[in-house]
T-cell receptor
Framework: AQSVAQPEDQVNVAEGNPLTVKCTYS??????LFWYVQYPNRGLQFLLK??????LVKGSYGFEAEFNKSQTSFHLKKPSALVSDSALYFC????????????FGAGTRLFVKA | EAGVAQSPRYKIIEKRQSVAFWCNPI?????LYWYQQILGQGPKLLIQ????????DSQLPKDRFSAERLKGVDSTLKIQPAKLEDSAVYLC??????????????FGPGTRLTVL
């Protein structure tokens, strides 16, 4: 069965420092991976997705994610964090074996300190 | 481009009452999703429509939840009767073509339901 794990409930980082939000997945087929961000009282906003090809995917707001097939990971990164990046981040996966259902992780709260 | 619209934004009801949520997807999007997001958890798919047909409703508690998408555009999700454990944010999302694995979903702001 498909699953997504976000091992950290919260990540704290100082403004200007690099940030990483971790995600690991388990699927039977080839994975299609997504990152979304959720600000308070708002729906999820799409950040980026991995389909195939280059393992480093660039997305919105300066975020990028690295796909690692051997480690079944898709960590979200940003070289220099902003206070405005503070939000809830969700990793999600789809694969053909699981049908077209998207499975979301439980989320990681990112707190960027000024 | 207008985003996904949902109403109401907040709803408080007592258990055993009924409630309905409305969603209008992005124009031209064939696929519409309803998710339930319980506090501290990621969104869980309740039902997925392709135009006005159901693609997946395997996680919809059909004894109390129902959804329809007449004319393949907007959609209504209903709970009847509500239970305390239904307290959650109900998110609607849409995408161009949900049967394509790479398709991106766009989410509405959600409806926060509190059942007392």
């Amino acid at each position: 069965a498909q699953s997504v794990a976000q091992p950290e409930d919260q990540v704290n980082v100082a403004e200007g420092n690099p940030l990483t939000v971790k995600c690991t997945y388990s699927v039977s087929g080839n994975p299609y991976l997504f990152w979304y961000v959720q600000y308070p009282n708002r729906g999820l906003q799409f950040l980026l997705k991995y389909i195939t090809g280059d393992n480093l995917v660039k997305g919105s707001y300066g975020f990028e994610a690295e796909f690692n097939k051997s480690q079944t990971s898709f960590h979200l990164k940003k070289p220099s964090a902003l206070v405005s990046d503070s939000a809830l981040y969700f990793c999600a996966v789809r694969d053909m074996i699981g049908g077209f259902k998207t499975i979301f992780g439980a989320g990681t709260r990112l707190f960027v300190k000024a | 481009e207008a985003g996904v619209a949902q109403s109401p934004r907040y709803k408080i009801i007592e258990k055993r009452q009924s409630v309905a949520f409305w969603c209008n997807p992005i124009s031209g999007h064939a696929t519409l999703y309803w998710y339930q997001q319980i506090l501290g958890q990621g969104p869980k798919l309740l039902i997925q429509f392709q135009n006005n047909g159901v693609v997946d409703d395997s996680q919809l508690p059909k004894d109390r939840f129902s959804a329809e998408r007449l004319k393949g555009v907007d959609s209504t999700l209903k709970i009847q009767p509500a239970k305390l454990e239904d307290s959650a944010v109900y998110l609607c999302a849409s995408s161009l073509e949900g049967t394509v694995l790479t398709d991106t979903q766009y989410f509405g702001p959600g409806t926060r339901l509190t059942v007392l």
